[in-house]
T-cell receptor, first 114, second 113 residues
């Protein structure tokens, strides 16, 4: 069974704090994603990584950065948290191309910035 | 710029009815169109997917209809059940590239008993 594990289900952080969201997958997938989920806006791609140390900006990268030092781990960093970054964050992983790109998602991290 | 547009935002259907959710895309390079289902408190999970070389794919009560010339695809849920109540997302990807998935805005489906 593919497993994508996000380090926290719920987080409360203060404005201006540096926030780290961690994601680990156990299926040797090349691709890893960070999405943000907001009502009415769906899943918006923040960053995408297709290999170790490789990253690509998604639709809404502003205020975020990522790190992928190992294949199984993809971290999302909020450099200086703001209230408009209060949201549900979802990590996913998938194989690169090759017939299907079924993405497996973690349970999500609900982040509240106060 | 929203590359995948999904409608309606919410849908209420009676048990036994047909639920229909529509998506439209802009990038003709997309070559893989999955639908994901999300229950409250869970991450989305793949429900059914289609490639553009076929116009329809059916898995049980779930059917994807695909119209390449119109750049549209839709999910039909036949004989809708209360257990189908969830949020549904369409998505698009380029398998020929890295496989990055772009999602629609989501549709919250409620099936009334």
């Amino acid at each position: 069974d593919v497993k994508v594990t996000q380090s926290s289900r719920y987080l409360v952080k203060r404005t201006g704090e540096k926030v780290f969201l961690e994601c680990v997958q156990d299926m040797d997938h090349e691709n890893m994603f960070w999405y943000r989920q907001d009502p009415g806006l769906g899943l918006r791609l923040i960053y995408f990584s297709y290999d170790v140390k490789m990253k690509e900006k998604g639709d809404i990268p502003e205020g975020y950065s990522v790190s992928r030092e190992k294949k199984e781990r993809f971290s999302l960093i909020l450099e200086s948290a703001s209230t408009n970054q209060t949201s549900m964050y979802l990590c996913a992983s998938s194989l690169m191309g090759r017939g299907s790109t079924e993405a497996f998602f973690g349970q999500g991290t609900r982040l509240t910035v106060v | 710029q929203q590359q995948v547009k999904q409608s309606p935002q919410s849908l209420i259907v009676q048990k036994g009815g047909i639920s229909i959710i529509n998506c439209a895309y802009e990038n003709t390079a997309f070559d893989y169109f999955p639908w994901y289902q999300q229950f409250p408190g869970k991450g989305p999970a793949l429900l059914i997917a289609i490639r553009p070389d076929v116009s329809e794919k059916k898995e049980g009560r779930f059917t994807i209809s695909f119209n390449k010339s119109a750049k549209q695809f839709s999910l039909h849920i036949m004989d809708s059940q209360p257990g189908d109540s969830a949020t549904y997302f369409c998505a698009a990807s380029m398998l020929s590239n890295t496989g990055k998935l772009i999602f629609g805005q989501g549709t919250t489906l409620q099936v009334k008993p």
